[in-house]
């Protein structure tokens, strides 16, 4: 799997040249025909009771260029937006994940921002992963999306839905001021980094959350690698289990957030997927969004850590865990079996 993965990741287009390699399940269709797509999804939505599966398979198999296309030909067709069209004739789950697709990954991303924190209440889960599992650049670009869409900065709704360390936090992240990886690796920058983690933590009695937000807001992940396994020469806990012992509740969560995705961002994903589909209560809304909002950036990773640390692969999970529609729509962008 590693190898089809990393094939895929060569093959994809590096926009700007600090891109992080993308490794998609959702690619474009080679042989692509918008007008062709349009009439048959015009079809699927007048068919009575709905065609789901025509819209599944032509939505989950096309790049997000190619879908607005579609529904640029669709509305020129049509007479009627596409999407309207697609609300009007899908329902639940399916739907919320078709939509999911006619946006942009940093267009869907910033909408579940926005309904994390102009819901009722806050949303504190969703917040957390959004804000802590994505890159400088993701969140750059979310920022800039984010006005367009609401008129409004990501940084004040934030900081008018949080208080506390959280929102300094959150602030600190959402300012996007993590230095770039450099060539050199810097012993002694670790090894201070290391001992000033510890310090302003398990050695001594409270916390010193500012030291620990600068520390893990503004240094590259490369380096943060690098400092949490100095930790332990240290500490006789590693830096979660420091986390775990020093902070509590939405703080906790972030900061260990945070070191899991430093450690390895895809694990996290599909360790959030497999708890969504198998605790109680499983949690359609995680792993919609995840499925959706990865599908074109690094799903194909996500499946092989899912294997890897499961032993199952995402599909055989959906499989299981999921059904009808929404199942059929999910094994479409996990697109393969490991
Ligand atoms: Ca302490």
């Given at each position: 799997m590693a190898l089809v993965s990393e094939f895929l990741g060569q093959l994809s287009l590096n926009l700007g040249a600090e891109s992080e390699p993308k490794y998609p399940t959702v690619v474009a269709c080679g042989n692509f025909d918008p007008e062709k797509d349009a009439a048959r999804i015009e079809t699927a939505i007048k068919t009575k009771g709905v065609d789901e599966k025509t819209i599944i398979d032509i939505l989950t198999k096309r790049s997000y260029t190619q879908r607005r296309e579609i529904a640029f030909c669709y509305e020129r067709r049509v007479k009627k937006d596409m999407i309207t069209a697609l609300k009007g004739a899908l329902k639940g789950s399916l739907e919320s994940v078709i939509l999911g697709l006619m946006k942009s990954t940093s267009q869907f991303d910033a909408s579940e921002i926005r309904g994390s924190i102009k819901g009722l209440g806050t949303d504190e889960e969703t917040l957390i992963e959004m804000v802590c599992s994505r890159s400088d650049e993701e969140l750059q670009q979310i920022k800039q999306v984010y006005k367009e869409m609401y008129k409004a900065e990501l940084e004040k709704d934030v900081s008018g839905d949080t208080s506390g360390d959280f929102k300094k936090l959150l602030l600190a992240l959402v300012q996007t001021k993590r230095e770039g990886p450099s060539s050199i690796e810097d012993q002694e920058k670790i090894d201070q980094d290391a001992r000033a983690l510890y310090d302003a933590g398990l050695k001594r009695r409270g916390t010193d959350v500012a030291t620990w937000i600068s520390i893990m807001t503004e240094r590259s992940i490369p380096h943060l690698q690098k400092v949490f396994q100095r930790y332990n020469n240290y500490s006789p806990y590693n830096m979660q289990e420091s986390i775990r012992k020093e902070v509590k509740g939405d703080l906790e969560t972030s900061f260990v957030t945070l070191v899991q995705c430093f450690e390895n961002k895809q694990l996290y994903f599909a360790s959030r997927l497999n708890d969504g589909m198998k605790?109680?209560?499983?949690k359609e809304k995680v792993v919609t969004r995840i499925m959706v909002s990865r599908c074109e950036v690094d799903l194909m990773k996500i499946r092989t850590e899912f294997k890897k640390h499961y032993g199952k692969s995402l599909h055989q999970t959906i499989a299981e865990h999921t059904k009808g529609d929404y199942q059929a729509v999910l094994l479409s962008l996990c697109a393969g079996d490991d």
């Open positions: 605790s109680k209560g499983a």
